[in-house]
């Protein structure tokens, strides 16, 4: 029986998995990025006062996905609207 396949939030441990999916999804779009903005990258998914969240999906200890997204409330309405939603697969 083949082992689920799981969603969850990413954990600052995720980070050395985390970077091989994020540099393939920068080759995609033939962009390279300093090592600074992806350890910014990185840090934001974890301060409080960002709007910004990662998921990865990880199958037996290993991640093959990550998708970020940000909430926004700053239009003129009281609901938070999705700004950006995706998942790389490594």
Do not use: C
Not at 12 to 26: S, V
């Amino acid at each position: 029986m083949s082992s689920p396949l799981i969603i969850r939030s990413v954990a600052p441990t995720d980070f050395t998995q985390w970077e091989p999916l994020w540099e393939g999804y920068n080759s995609f779009y033939k962009r390279t990025l300093a090592p600074e903005i992806t350890k910014a990258t990185w840090s934001r998914f974890f301060d409080a006062y960002e709007p910004v969240h990662a998921v990865v999906a990880e199958k037996d200890g290993q991640l093959s996905r990550f998708g970020s997204f940000s909430f926004s409330s700053q239009h003129h309405n009281d609901r938070a609207d999705l700004l950006f939603a995706g998942f790389v697969h490594g």
